[in-house]
């Protein structure tokens, strides 16, 4: 156990150190310079002095390999740095005051997805060709199948523009929160129902659960006691996956509803070149998906009494 819990721990942070490397030269690589947009529009004159002055406050002057070293140093003490376009504004406060709202969104989107989704794919699974099949089979693939992005813009306008029951952007109230939740909620539902109603068939034929028939048991208690619980496996390895690329969906979702969360600032960051956001928002996705992935490993094992981490 210790022995796998270190090789673990060392692969993940060699994940980590890699991406921070690879989001560094990308930074670097993209058109512009941070320091004409930290200007403005030009109509101020400025000397290629002051230029070269400002070049050296932000460290940009120097060999890239040093760069990178001297962010990495800083990171590791817990100093993010300060943002290039938001002059003297620190970017862990940056970081810390989007994070609620990011997190928020997820929790509540995971969790009506699981509610809805385990629920529907079971009975799918148990009513296997009959009307509740055909509907989960049909929702999940329009889940799967629907982009974000025109999902949201349909649900503002009908909900925000036509029938005006909901707010269409930002988070003046928790009604701020629904269309938001419901746009990421729906692929998740898609995938999970599938997942699940996918579990449920491969176990109900299985020879365990008919020697559990054959015992007396309750139609009920053999679902629930052995086919749910052996299916569980499959759906927590999906929500880990989910959970741990948190990013990808909430850039879309916030950018169209104007929502002031991590995806937004990610966005905003790498449009005006903000190399010390872009950067530090990378680095903690990266440790967010290696922690969550090595936390579903450790859910094997008490989903599944079979798997032991050795």
């Known amino acids: 156990m210790p022995s796998y819990l270190t090789f673990r721990i060392l692969k993940g942070l060699f994940v980590v150190v890699l991406i921070s490397v690879l989001t560094f030269i990308v930074m670097r690589l993209m058109p512009g310079d941070p320091v004409y947009l930290l200007l403005g529009d030009g109509q101020i004159p400025i000397t290629d002095e002051q230029i070269a002055a400002i070049r050296a ?24 740095g300060e943002s290039l376009i938001r002059a003297g504004v ?34 799918a699974a ?11 089979n049909i929702v999940s693939a329009l889940g799967i199948a629907t982009p974000n992005f025109w999902l949201a813009l349909m649900l503002i306008v009908v909900f925000a523009l036509q029938l005006r029951w909901l707010p269409p952007f930002g988070l003046r109230s928790w009604q701020g929160f629904i269309l938001p ?25 299985q020879d365990f659960v008919r020697t559990a028939r054959s015992k007396g048991l309750s139609e009920r208690r053999v679902l629930y006691r052995h086919v749910v619980a052996n299916a569980l496996l499959p759906v927590v390895t999906v929500i880990g996956f989910r959970v741990a690329f948190i990013l990808s969906g909430t850039i879309i ?28 928002l990378v680095v903690v996705f990266a440790v967010l998906v290696v922690f969550v992935n090595l936390i579903t490993d450790f859910l094997y094992a008490l989903v599944d009494p079979r798997i032991r981490i050795s």
């Open 57 to 80: 406050k932000w460290g940009l002057d120097r060999p890239l390999p040093e760069q990178y070293l001297v962010w990495a140093a800083n990171l590791l003490r817990g100093d993010f």
């Open 90 to 123: 620190p970017v862990r406060d940056m970081i810390f005051e989007a994070i609620p709202v990011t997190a928020l969104l997820n929790v509540y989107a995971l969790g009506l997805a699981i509610l809805v989704a385990l629920p529907m794919g079971i009975a």
């Open 126 to 136: 148990v009513r296997r060709n009959t009307w509740v099949d055909y509907t989960t």
């Open 181 to 205: 939740v419901v746009v990421m909620a729906t692929e998740e539902m898609a995938v999970l129902m599938r997942i699940t109603r996918g579990a449920v068939l491969e176990l109900l034929p």
């Open 253 to 280: 979702v916030e950018t169209v509803f104007a929502l002031p969360g991590i995806g937004r600032l990610f966005v905003d960051s790498v449009l005006r070149l903000d190399y010390q956001v872009v950067q530090s």
